[in-house]
Structure formats: structure tokens, C-alpha cells
């Protein structure tokens, strides 16, 4: 016997298309990753959906698909992202909330090409907060690996790393020869 209840809840950690991230919203549409928008999705009052760490509302008809996000940044995409949780009232009048958590700092610290590049970033280190989650970037020649970067911060800080190296103008000048 097929029966309904006062409520149907559908949850999943999956997005769904539609889903966006990151500063450019990047919208998630016909992947292998993620699930298609189906009518049986109107089956249900309320879809809470995961794996994507934005917080956002989709609908499929009326059909909210709710994304509480992540409670933590992990990526320096999510920099300027408000980081919590869904609060739901089940009740006749289904409802939700988004609830906001304090979260650790998350800043950008870009080195530049100097003599004296790994004083320059434990300087800067030390003006932070030591649980920041920190992306460091090196612009040059000179970068120290992430286990490296590691030795200058507080253990309880968060690292991410990427270099930019620059070419000198006689190296792009030496490349066009080649060609």
C-alpha cells in the first residue's frame, strides 16, 4: 500500500543541475556528476541536497532543492562565501532557514619577487589570525613548497600555495626565436 506521509523529504549528497560555485558561478548542468532535473523531484516537499559547499535554493516547479553548504572554507573560491547551516521546521507549513557560523579567516597573501621572499611571508604571516586558512601565491622565481610554508606559520593555521612564474623578457624573446 502506497501511502503518504504529512511530509516527504527527499536527501541526498549529490548536486543537482542548476547547482552554482565559485566567484564565477559556475552552473552545473548535464554532467556525468550530477543529477538531472526530473519531474519526480515534485514529488517531494522539500529536496536537501549536499556536496556543494555554497548555500543556495533551487526549484523544480515548487520544489525546493536546499544546499546548506559547507560550515567551513576549503577553498579560496569560497573567500567571501558566509559559511553555516540549514535550520528546518517540520510542521504543516514546511520551512527552512539559513543560520550563519563564526568561521576561521580565510586571506590571500601574494609574495612577491624579492631577495628576502621567506621573511617577507612570515612576516605577513605573523599578522594574522594563527587559525586562518591562508592561500599564499609566489610571483616569480622564487617559492617555498607548502610543507615549507608550513615551518613559518602556526600549526594551527590552514595553507594553500600556488607559484606564478614570471618570464623575463629575454627568455619570451629567446622562445620567438625558436619559433
Not at 28 to 44: G, Q, S
Not at 138 to 162: H, V
Amino acid at each position: 500500500m502506497d501511502q503518504r506521509s504529512d511530509l516527504e523529504l527527499l536527501l541526498v549528497h549529490h548536486p543537482f543541475d542548476g547547482a552554482q560555485v565559485g566567484p564565477g558561478n559556475f552552473t552545473f548542468y548535464n554532467r556525468e556528476d550530477t543529477i538531472a532535473l526530473t519531474p519526480l523531484l515534485n514529488e517531494f516537499d522539500m529536496v536537501l541536497a549536499g556536496h556543494i559547499h555554497r548555500r543556495q535554493v533551487r526549484y523544480v516547479n515548487n520544489t525546493p532543492i536546499v544546499y546548506s553548504g559547507s560550515t567551513e572554507r576549503t577553498s579560496i573560491a569560497e573567500i567571501d562565501e558566509q559559511k553555516g547551516f540549514v535550520e528546518i521546521h517540520l510542521s504543516s507549513n514546511l520551512s527552512y532557514r539559513f543560520r550563519d557560523l563564526s568561521t576561521r579567516p580565510m586571506c590571500k597573501i601574494e609574495v612577491p619577487d624579492v631577495d628576502d621572499y621567506e621573511e617577507y611571508l612570515e612576516n605577513e604571516l605573523s599578522k594574522l589570525n594563527p587559525n586562518s586558512v591562508v592561500y599564499v601565491s609566489f610571483i616569480g622565481n622564487n617559492y617555498l613548497n607548502e610543507a615549507q610554508i608550513r615551518e613559518l606559520a602556526p600549526p594551527t593555521m590552514t595553507i594553500q600555495s600556488t607559484v606564478y612564474r614570471k618570464r623575463r623578457s629575454y627568455d619570451r624573446l629567446r622562445l620567438l626565436t625558436k619559433l
